[in-house]
């Protein structure tokens, strides 16, 4: 059976970053952030506004932005192959 499946070009594939011993990618440390933050860490002020990012969060993540769909029709034409989701 053949695969139907691309393989990315090395110039323009995702490399992980590593970060340098004792040090972290910021994406590293946003992710050690959000573990330990609890609620109690919030001001008054985010709490309060909290429902509404929320809010702001699911309806972004619900509409693909137009530079996100420009990307999956250019990446349709390019396979015979689609995941959706």
Known sequence: ??????Q???ATAYTPRVAAAGHQTQVQALARYAARATFGDLSAQSR???PVHILDCLACSSRPSEQARSAHAATRSATSAVVTG
């Open 1 to 6: 059976m053949t695969s139907t499946h691309q």
């Open 8 to 10: 990315p070009n090395p």
């Open 48 to 50: 309060t506004e909290l």
